[in-house]
């Protein structure tokens, strides 16, 4: 089993930046961040490996957002800069062990934590 804990979520102004972290109880392969606007799916924002630190982005966030991780805390970053209004959404950290592909779906991520709200105002 893997707990996940996010961090960091918050009101701020378009164009503005947060920094999301996701804290998990044991290493993980691979941490993503998903989003989930009111009404709408859940989507893939952004992953990482452990291992080597690999990512993919979202073309929605790409150049804006930065995934990154500490594995000594076992924590996996959401830098996000330049907010757009519609990137409001409940944001989850995602996490799984077995080795693979990097993926985006969500299927393949067998941990979630319990998501963190992030507002951004026009």
């Known amino acids: 089993q893997v707990q996940l804990v996010e961090s960091g979520g918050g009101l701020v102004q378009a164009g503005g930046s947060l920094r999301l972290s996701c804290a998990a109880s044991?290493?993980?392969?691979?941490t993503g961040w998903f989003r989930q606007a009111p009404g709408k799916e859940r989507d893939f924002v952004a992953t990482?490996?452990?291992?080597?630190?690999?990512?993919l982005y979202s073309d929605s966030v790409k150049g804006r957002f930065t995934i990154s991780r500490d594995n000594a805390k076992s924590t996996v970053y959401l830098e996000m800069n330049r907010l757009k209004p519609e990137d409001t959404a409940v944001y989850y950290c995602?996490?799984?062990?077995?080795?693979?592909?990097?993926?985006?779906?969500?299927?393949?991520?067998?941990?979630w934590g319990q998501g963190t709200q992030v507002t951004v105002s026009s």
């Open positions: 995602a996490a799984d062990t077995r080795i693979g592909p990097i993926q985006r779906g969500s299927d393949e991520y067998g941990y």
């Open positions: 990482i490996t452990s291992s080597d630190s690999r990512t």
């Open positions: 044991r290493r993980t392969f691979i």
